[in-house]
């Protein structure tokens, strides 16, 4: 976080950041500014329409965001876990939900970069960095949810193609999207073992979008309910290996994780901005409502949870930049980063009294979005199991 941006934090938060080198804060910085021109004040509109338009993800790809973590060689900015963190902070820190850019960026383009072959590198990560190609994962089903064994999408070879059927849902970027990294069953009795994923141009015959679903928040970000008959997708789009997805998908769990983590702190760094600024503007009862000293023993709550999510979160993030950061420590980070963060949103909110709750303040926005962090990624049931069983 840089000294531009973070003076009126610092006043509250105490300890300051090391994490970041000059080009970081400057990125940050380009960030922060295109996000304000180009994103903000469209945001509206988009979230009535229930998605962001292909032009905005090419704006991304246009001031490098999409680039992070997506090797030069590619069309990226280099594999810079640093880059996509400060990118996520600053989306995060706009009150924006939408594009998902992180799911394309942080979690789609490693499964290429990392697991690809190199025809499908040349394929897909140029067009993605750029933002001529939208990507998702298709990975929850109807009656599935986190438990890969249930998967039920089945891809049947014929001859130099997969044969795929089935269904998925709550899939992210999922209208708008022209990839779709796709579990599917190839072995069924082998169950989770039994897996495989797919790169799957959506626009192949068979391949349906359907409805795209109404959310609590997020309203801006496409998530669809998808459809698969017949679809015939080349044998040379399989990823790794037939039956080896369970792995791949392991695999890039942390980054997925911390993401989440990155996201939920600055979150609460900007609503703990946003909330001092307003008590200490809105009158009540002939004082400022920061006046109050219920105000500022909860504030105080929310700044000490806030700088304590800010070092550990910082700490992860360091680790997995140089690719330190294990499973379970991943798991922490993103069950404590999301349990804080509606902790400190909703005192937040609450403190914003009645208005807080209207849907033009970006502090409800905010409140609504972040509920989601503690089911996706993995529920935060699934991260005290991790946890607990490596004790």
């Given at each position: 976080m840089n000294a531009t941006h973070s003076s009126e934090l610092n006043a509250m938060l105490r300890l300051p950041r090391t994490l970041y080198a000059p080009e970081h804060l400057a990125f940050g910085d380009a960030m922060r500014r295109f996000l304000a021109a180009e994103i903000t004040p469209h945001m509206q509109k988009w979230e009535e329409e229930g998605m962001v338009p292909k032009s905005a993800w090419r704006r991304f790809g246009d001031v490098g965001a999409l680039g992070a973590g997506i090797p030069e060689e590619y069309g990226g900015a280099g594999e810079d876990f640093l880059t996509l963190a400060i990118a996520v902070e600053e989306h995060a820190r706009a009150g924006m939900a939408a594009p998902a850019f992180e799911l394309h960026t942080g979690i789609v383009a490693p499964y290429l970069v990392r697991h690809g072959n190199e025809a499908q590198k040349r394929a897909w990560l140029p067009r993605m960095a750029s933002g001529e190609v939208v990507a998702?994962?298709?990975?929850?089903?109807?009656?599935?949810?986190?438990?890969?064994?249930?998967v039920r999408t089945r891809a049947v070879r014929d001859g130099d193609h997969y044969v795929v059927n089935g269904s998925k849902i709550f899939i992210t970027n999922g209208i708008v999207g022209d990839l779709v990294v796709l579990v599917v069953k190839?072995?069924?009795?082998?169950?989770?073992?039994?897996?495989?994923?797919?790169?799957?141009?959506?626009?192949?015959?068979?391949?349906?979008?359907?409805?795209?679903?109404?959310?609590?928040?997020?309203?801006?970000?496409?998530?669809?309910?998808?459809?698969?008959?017949?679809?015939?997708?080349?044998?040379?789009?399989?990823?790794?290996?037939?039956n080896g997805g369970w792995k791949v998908l392991m695999s890039e769990l942390v980054q997925e994780r911390l993401l989440v983590a990155v996201r939920a702190a600055a979150t609460c760094e900007a609503a703990l901005e946003m909330t001092v600024r307003w008590v200490k503007e809105r009158q009540a009862f002939g004082g400022r409502v920061f006046d109050f000293q219920n105000t500022r023993f909860r504030l105080?709550?929310?700044?000490?949870?806030?700088?304590?999510?800010?070092?550990?979160?910082?700490?992860?993030?360091?680790?997995?930049?140089?690719?330190?950061?294990?499973?379970?420590?991943?798991?922490?980070?993103?069950?404590?980063?999301?349990e804080v963060q509606d902790s400190?949103?909703?005192?937040?909110?609450?403190?914003?009294?009645?208005t807080g709750y209207m849907w033009d303040y970006p502090i409800g926005r905010m409140w609504a979005d972040a509920r989601v962090h503690r089911i996706y990624a993995g529920t935060n049931e699934i991260m005290r199991e991790i946890i607990g069983r490596a004790l």
């Open positions: 998702s994962i298709g990975m929850t089903e109807p009656n599935s949810g986190s438990d890969l064994a249930a190839t072995a069924p009795e082998l169950k989770a073992k039994g897996v495989s994923l797919l790169l799957v141009d959506t626009s192949l015959p068979g391949y349906r979008k359907a409805r795209n679903v109404k959310k609590v928040g997020n309203k801006a970000q496409d998530t669809a309910e998808l459809f698969f008959d017949d679809v015939r997708v080349p044998a040379h789009c399989l990823l790794g290996e037939e105080a709550d929310v700044a000490t949870q806030t700088q304590a999510l800010r070092v550990f979160t910082d700490r992860c993030i360091d680790l997995h930049a140089r690719g330190e950061l294990d499973m379970h420590s991943a798991a922490m980070s993103k069950l404590y980063s999301t400190v949103l909703d005192t937040c909110m609450q403190l914003h009294g009645g």
